[in-house]
């Protein structure tokens, strides 16, 4: 059992959001065609290094996080720009929206947003990954419930959200235990439907994130519901902007300063987890140090890798999955990077943040 024991119901989708990152992601359709607007962008272009008076990114900062730790660590300070505004915004879909609404310049979410916004037509691109190693969510049963593994699913219900990381864990849960999606149901479902879901027994399962599961379990394990744990892990955390963005060279070189701050941010709230937890979960996020301190035990250490190679491939997989199933048009996921800056964060961090 995840160690969130007594983490109050308001607070279960703070810690989701905040701790997997915004992984969350509008279902994949191609009703929306229409490409960013702007220059075209070429990733061959030599990376711009000054950043001139008076550019500003509007910076994404769900629940006010990214912008908190940049001012506890003094890395604000290190920012060569104007930042008008934190807009605070996690979810793809949101993010994707904000994008195509010219109100958001850089964004921090998960490998399946990108994915999103390429299939229906919006061009943006990864500036920055982070690697996760350890299972972000498991699989939670209804009440009542005799199923104990992965190969079990065939013939249930599963809650499955076809653009979120919950649902690309669930297929590729499936995929490892030689399952097809003809061989269960899958029931359309967003994310913040699947407790609800589960407690009303409309599914067998749904993916949960890990600091979701002791709550439920504290209402109804003693009725027969557990959970079934993944080695499925969601591989990426990572920054990305619109095409247009890194296609102005104001605005790119601003980018580029950015990463190597962003990366640093990530490595000082790991290597200050007590004072994190005071300043940031439990001032304004509400909840006990006790509670706090064991949510930093779920905290992935950062891995910045100086080659992007292994998160263009689990996109490539991810895509490939995901057009096996119908869910998009299989395209080379190599297009969602700007590997012009894919040296920065690595460059910016000690060596044991690289590999």
């Known amino acids: 059992m995840s160690p969130l024991q007594g983490v109050p119901a308001p607070n279960r989708r703070l810690f989701l959001r905040t701790l997997l990152g915004a992984g969350a ?13 702007g220059p075209a962008l070429s990733s061959s272009a030599p990376l711009p290094t000054q950043v001139p008076a008076g550019t500003g990114l509007r910076i994404a900062s769900a629940l006010g996080a990214e912008q908190l730790q940049l001012q506890l660590s003094g890395l604000i300070k290190q920012i060569p ?3 008008p505004s934190w807009p605070n915004i996690a979810a793809g879909p949101d993010v994707i929206n904000a994008f195509r609404a010219d109100s958001l310049d850089l964004a921090n979410n998960a490998g399946i947003p990108p994915i999103q ?3 229906q037509g919006y061009d943006a691109r990864i500036v920055a990954v982070d690697l996760t190693r350890k299972p972000s969510y498991l699989f939670a049963t209804k009440p009542h419930s005799d199923i104990q593994s992965v190969a079990q699913f065939a013939g249930r219900k599963l809650a499955f959200s076809q653009g979120q990381a919950q649902g690309v864990v669930l297929l590729r849960a499936l995929r490892g235990a030689g399952l097809k999606d003809s061989d269960v149901h899958l029931v359309p479902l967003t994310s913040d439907q699947f407790l609800t879901a589960l407690e009303a027994g409309q599914v067998d399962i749904a993916p949960l994130a890990v600091s979701q599961a002791p709550a439920y379990l ?3 394990a ?8 993944t080695d499925v892990v969601d591989l990426l955390n990572l920054l990305w ?5 890194l296609a102005d ?7 580029a300063a950015f990463v190597p701050i962003w990366a640093k941010g990530l490595v000082w709230v790991y290597e200050n987890p007590s004072v994190w937890e005071q300043e940031y979960y439990v001032k304004t996020q509400n909840i006990s140090l006790s509670q706090a301190q064991q949510v930093t035990t779920l905290t992935n250490k950062p891995l910045l890798p100086p080659s992007w190679d292994e998160a263009i491939a689990w996109e490539q997989q991810t895509v490939d999955l995901l057009a096996q199933g119908g869910y998009v048009k299989s395209f080379q996921a190599e297009a969602l990077f700007d590997r012009r800056f894919e040296h920065l964060a690595s460059a910016a961090v000690p060596a044991e943040y690289r590999s």
């Open 241 to 245: 902007a619109p095409a247009d963005v």
């Open 25 to 37: 992601a509008l279902g994949l359709s191609a009703c929306a065609t229409a490409r960013a607007s």
């Open 249 to 255: 060279s104001a605005r790119a070189a601003a980018v």
């Open 117 to 119: 916004a390429q299939f």
């Open 81 to 83: 720009f104007t930042v």
């Open 222 to 229: 003693a009725d027969g519901a557990h959970t079934i744990p």
């Open 218 to 220: 504290n209402r109804y």
